[in-house]
């Protein structure tokens, strides 16, 4: 198989993969991505994960070749993503992987059933109603890791449900790295924590504060249900 025509096929892609030594797919690696690590220092234990818009299932792969890992199950709303996760995965035989399609503004989680722990990197500030999903997280899994941008108080103009933000233009669906909507709520990161705590989440551990993002203020969070 020629694969860099067969990665030509599915172009553009976002994300970098070495397969048999060389790498294949766009210029990003998520390679060392610390994100990850953080993951699984806070959830440890975790041996089933949720992951909560996937991509091209770059970060699925370094998640799901940790040892003790025994299901990552893969939630992506675009159907190209999907193909060239999949692509990827027989590719690098990953048996412990599942990508399924999902509009995560509108999806009941509970149709996808339980795990340990829920990895959702890149996800929320993508989101017209972040709320409606953070409050189906719980029944999802007791331990849940986030990273996302968030509103800056001074920049928060808008009230939603009793919690603040501003709205950010997105790309649409057509737009690979955006939301699925044309617009998203980001939410300030007072509102984010007290979105969290309503949902039923009894610790909420805020792991990094990332105040000079060049995309904007982003937050890493950690959270259980006790």
Not at 91 to 100: Q, T, Y
Not at 103 to 127: M, P, Q, R, T, W
Request: proline content about 5%; charged content about 20%.
């Amino acid at each position: 198989m020629d694969l860099t025509s067969e990665f030509a096929k599915l172009a553009p892609w976002v994300f970098q993969f070495r397969i048999d030594g060389a790498d294949y797919g766009g210029g990003v690696s998520a390679v060392g991505d610390p994100r990850v690590d953080q993951f699984f220092r806070f959830a440890p234990g975790a041996k089933t994960i949720l992951e909560l818009g996937s991509l091209e299932g770059a970060h699925t792969f370094i998640l799901a070749e940790r040892p003790g890992i025994q299901r990552v199950l893969a939630l992506e709303g675009r159907e190209l993503n999907l193909r060239k996760a999949r692509f990827v995965q027989e590719l690098l035989k990953v048996p412990n992987v599942e990508f399924a399609q999902a509009n995560l503004e509108s999806s009941d989680l509970a149709a996808f059933g339980k795990f340990d722990a829920v990895f959702c990197s890149g996800l929320i500030y993508h989101l017209p109603e972040p709320w409606k999903l953070i409050a189906q997280l719980r029944s999802a899994a007791p331990t849940l890791f986030i990273w996302t941008h968030y509103a800056p108080d001074a920049e928060a103009d808008v009230v939603l449900g009793g919690l603040r933000g501003k709205i950010h233009g997105e790309g649409g669906a057509a737009e690979p790295l955006s939301g699925m909507s044309p617009t998203a709520t980001w939410l300030t990161l007072g509102s984010l924590i007290s979105s969290l705590t309503t949902s039923g989440y009894g610790s909420v551990h805020v792991i990094h504060n990332d105040l000079t993002h060049a995309n904007g203020p982003a937050v890493t969070i950690g959270a259980t249900i006790n």
